[in-house]
């Protein structure tokens, strides 16, 4: 008979196996499946999803953990150039997380309100990627074309991943 720890111990393993297949799974579906079936000429940011919906349910410290692995793997299957993603999805997850404390309960709304939010830092991430690597660009045509159908994108993943993701990022209680 496993005792209140051991068992608390037993479900946060389960969940961080779960959360690195899940993470494995969105990084697959994200650089390869999504890559070729572009919606609005964008690939939706299933990591940053998945980000969200961890911070959001389970707090700053699972976001800021698992911002920082998604970030990580997706510079490792997907490398860039510029690798901002792993600072970026862990500041970020912690931030979630951090102000997600007070949103009580946890509903739609205030998870668009969080995605919206989510958006715009992706934003200005992709601005800021985008100006490091094409310097010849004009900041329209990166708003234009790679920011605005990102962002398109990855709403309307957000808005379908919300209840599955939420189904599976059940508070865990240590």
Do not use: W
Request: overall charge positive; proline content about 3%; glycine content about 6%.
């Amino acid at each position: 008979m496993m005792g209140f720890e051991a068992k608390a111990r037993s479900r946060l393993v389960v969940f961080g196996v779960s959360l690195a297949l899940l993470l494995l799974v969105g990084a697959i579906l994200q650089t390869s499946v999504f890559s070729k079936l572009t919606y609005v000429g964008a690939v939706p940011d299933l990591m940053l999803c998945i980000v969200l919906c961890v911070s959001y349910f389970n707090g700053r410290h699972h976001g800021a953990i698992t911002g920082l692995a998604a970030g990580a793997l997706i510079e490792a299957i997907a490398s860039s150039g510029v690798v901002l993603s792993p600072l970026f999805y862990m500041v970020f997850g912690y931030i979630a997380g951090h102000y997600a404390r007070a949103v009580q309960p946890k509903r739609f709304i205030p998870y668009l309100f969080y995605l919206m939010f989510a958006l715009f830092l992706r934003a200005a991430l992709t601005i800021l990627s985008a100006c490091l690597t094409y310097q010849n660009i004009s900041l329209l045509q990166i708003i234009a074309h790679a920011v605005l159908p990102e962002m398109l994108a990855t709403a309307l993943a957000g808005v379908c991943l919300y209840f599955p993701l939420m189904l599976f990022c059940r508070k865990i209680k240590t």
